[in-house]
């Protein structure tokens, strides 16, 4: 497999210049980044809408019960087209979801830190715990900040992935030219 890896060094060359041009993108232009996050979603909610009303309408057609596959396909066709019609309004509803998800296991985990002995580190799980309950609260409050937070870290995920990737890729051709030394691919 390494052998593999090393004849297509360039591969991940390609992969590691998406990924830091994409996590720049994201940095200094969050906005656009975003609402092509949105965009990307639209477009896959209606496709898997409709490829769920077809197997609804086939499944129909073999005399099998169908309603709520085509029920599912329908909300997600008018979901792809909620998010298209009203991008910012999905961008608040994406990260009151996280903050919803912040909230509620922060406060579970919470109780739980509170049924712990202390020699089980119990302050650790209360400090992750209150970090929880607290980011949850801030997306609640400024929403987009959120947004816009969130984007950069996607961001800054892309550009570290990226740069390891190009420095994989590049030992992989070192290891290339040095396995075939006529080829410089």
Do not use: C
């Amino acid at each position: 497999m390494y052998n593999v890896l090393v004849r297509n060094w360039w591969a991940f060359v390609l992969r590691a210049v998406f990924a830091i041009i994409f996590g720049l993108i994201a940095l200094f232009m969050p906005g656009v980044t975003m609402l092509s996050l949105v965009l990307v979603f639209a477009i896959y909610a209606i496709a898997d809408g409709i490829f769920a009303v077809v197997a609804a309408v086939r499944a129909g057609g073999q005399g099998q019960s169908w309603g709520l596959l085509a029920l599912e396909g329908v909300v997600s066709i008018l979901a792809g087209i909620a998010a298209v019609m009203w991008p910012g309004l999905t961008v608040v509803v994406f990260v009151a979801v996280i903050a919803a998800w912040a909230l509620i296991t922060g406060g579970l985990l919470l109780a739980v830190a509170v049924r712990l002995d202390n020699d089980h580190g119990r302050i650790w799980l209360i400090v992750a715990s209150l970090v929880s309950i607290l980011y949850g609260a801030l997306l609640i409050v400024a929403p987009m900040i959120g947004a816009l937070v969130l984007t950069w870290w996607i961001g800054i995920y892309a550009l570290v992935f990226g740069i390891a990737m190009l420095v994989f890729a590049l030992r992989l051709r070192s290891r290339f030219e040095a396995l075939m030394p006529g080829n410089k691919t």
